[in-house]
């Protein structure tokens, strides 16, 4: 069983930039689609950007060519490089994964959740 852990959360500027990492643990994190999710107040939880076990990418518009997800299996950390940040993408960020290598790109799956860890971005 894979369990995560992120951090790298906390209170930027407009025009700032974070990096949020995932730790794992288990065996099997290589085989395992990746993804990062965010919920803000009063929102659902929406989904920002995932990482298949062959490295394949997927972004939702808003954050395409700002944001930056990679992982490294063999240190089973997934990151995700946040750049030109704006108040719209604070939130709660949460790591996840589902049970599959590929992942699907609408974002659906059975994902399981870590803690979330907070992005605020100030004007």
């Known amino acids: 069983q894979v369990q995560l852990v992120a951090s790298g959360g906390g209170t930027v500027r407009v025009g700032g930039s974070l990096t949020l990492s995932c730790q794992g643990s288990?065996?099997?994190?290589?085989?395992?689609?990746m993804g990062w999710f965010r919920q803000a107040p009063g929102k659902d939880r929406e989904a920002v950007a995932q990482i298949g076990g062959s490295g394949a990418t997927t972004y939702i518009d808003s954050v395409k060519g700002r944001f930056t997800i990679s992982r490294n299996n063999g240190k089973k950390i997934m990151t995700l490089q946040m750049n030109s940040l704006s108040p719209e993408d604070t939130g709660m960020y949460f790591c996840?994964?589902?049970?599959?290598?590929?992942?699907?790109?609408?974002?659906?799956?059975?994902?399981?959740w870590g803690q979330g860890t907070q992005v605020t971005v100030t004007s």
């Open positions: 288990g065996n099997l994190f290589s085989n395992y689609c």
């Open positions: 996840g994964r589902t049970p599959s290598y590929w992942c699907r790109s609408d974002f659906s799956g059975s994902w399981s």
